[in-house]
């Protein structure tokens, strides 16, 4: 059976989720890792046993490579993934897809032209609870959805922007709290809700104004083409991340997701549907845990010549919903 050869292109905090999830994987090998930052790139090739570059040009005509890994910052994303795909590679991006939808579009084209594969991290669709709330929606146990919401309360403190050369600014990561943390949160109640027909919303930055010159804070009211509701809050200006709250109201009982358990409410009743295994402290540890069960979906599909799911297609709606909260921010 052909081993699929794997690199991966920015070695920062989110590199160690793809790094272990590929070293699980069966017929999958990281070869490369890449970083500007020349340190980074060779500790991290030590301690996976592969080989370090600085300059992603380097790998774009290794045959030996199939699929990379985008762990770069956001205005990065569309430039390397055109290029890997031009390349002949299969490219899986961390979110968000690209940091405006013109660029998010040429990376569908070149990703359509190239016959390559383009996967768009969402792991949180991975979680039992984002299964159990879209099997219930569509097998209509509950009777119709009829509205939901989506809170994100977390913190993120001077220092994740001032040690960061690009989080906090339009040109480098293309937006604040709505397209880095919460539009995770925005994809999930787009999967759920389906097309949208009108966006509501507006941004602040309401703690950090010194520090950043994107927004912390968010809200919006989202229409479905069905006429279900929901309303979203974000923010990274709480003093603790807290983990993502999500009720799904439907005509016979509601879906909780509170503290990263899932509870029904029904007649009166209520329900522990799903409690995590392990004692979750906050919500960065368990944003993480549907990484390792995306990326091996990820290469099934590839290995079979099969369309991964959560597709340029797919990972731009979540973007599109962000760009409609900020214009109708700026439009109001
Ligand atoms: N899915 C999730 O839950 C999740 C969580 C965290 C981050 N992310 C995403 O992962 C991506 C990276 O975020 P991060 O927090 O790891 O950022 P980071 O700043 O910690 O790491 C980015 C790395 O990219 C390197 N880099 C910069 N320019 C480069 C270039 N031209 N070539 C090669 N390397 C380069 C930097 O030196 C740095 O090591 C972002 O898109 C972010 O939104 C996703």
């Known amino acids: 059976m052909k081993e699929f050869g794997a690199a991966i292109i920015g070695c920062g905090s989110i590199f160690t989720k793809h790094a272990e999830a590929i070293a699980t994987l069966k017929g999958v090998k990281l070869l490369a890792v890449v970083d500007t930052d020349a340190n980074k790139a060779a500790e991290a090739a030590r301690e996976y046993g592969c080989q370090a570059f600085t300059d992603y040009n380097e790998i774009l005509n290794r045959q030996d490579i199939d699929v990379v890994h985008l762990c770069t910052p956001h205005y990065l994303h569309a430039e390397m993934a055109i290029d890997l795909l031009n390349a002949g590679k299969h490219v899986l991006t961390e979110k968000p897809i690209a940091m405006n939808l013109p660029s998010a579009w040429r990376m569908l084209e070149a990703a359509e032209r190239n016959k390559g594969q383009l996967g768009v991290v969402f792991q949180n669709r991975y979680n039992e609870p984002s299964v159990r709330m879209k099997e219930t929606i569509e097998s209509g146990i509950l009777g119709s959805l ?18 960061s050369g690009w989080r906090g600014k339009w040109e480098t990561e293309g937006g604040g709290v709505l397209i880095n943390q919460t539009i995770h949160t925005l994809d999930l109640l787009q999967w759920f809700g389906g097309d949208i027909a009108s966006v509501q919303g507006s941004v602040t930055t309401d703690v950090l104004s010194d520090v950043i010159e994107v927004e912390d804070t968010a809200h919006a009211v989202i229409v479905f083409r069905n006429n279900v509701r929901a309303l979203f809050y974000g923010t990274n200006a709480y003093l603790v991340n807290s983990p993502v709250e999500l009720e799904l109201v439907f005509e016979q009982g509601t879906l909780l997701l509170r503290r990263n358990c899932l509870y029904l409410f029904k007649e009166g009743k ?12 906050n919500s960065k ?11 091996e979906d990820f290469y099934e599909h590839v290995k079979s010549d099969r369309d991964f799911w959560i597709n340029g297609t797919e990972g731009i709606k979540a973007l599109q919903l962000v760009m409609d909260i900020y214009n109708s921010s700026s439009t109001r």
């Open 146 to 163: 009829i509205c939901m919401k989506g809170i994100v309360t977390w913190n993120r403190n001077d220092a994740y922007y001032t040690n």
């Open 270 to 281: 209520e329900t522990l549907l799903f409690e995590p295994f392990t004692t979750i402290t």
């Open 285 to 295: 540890s368990y944003w993480g845990t549907g990484h390792n069960r995306l990326i």
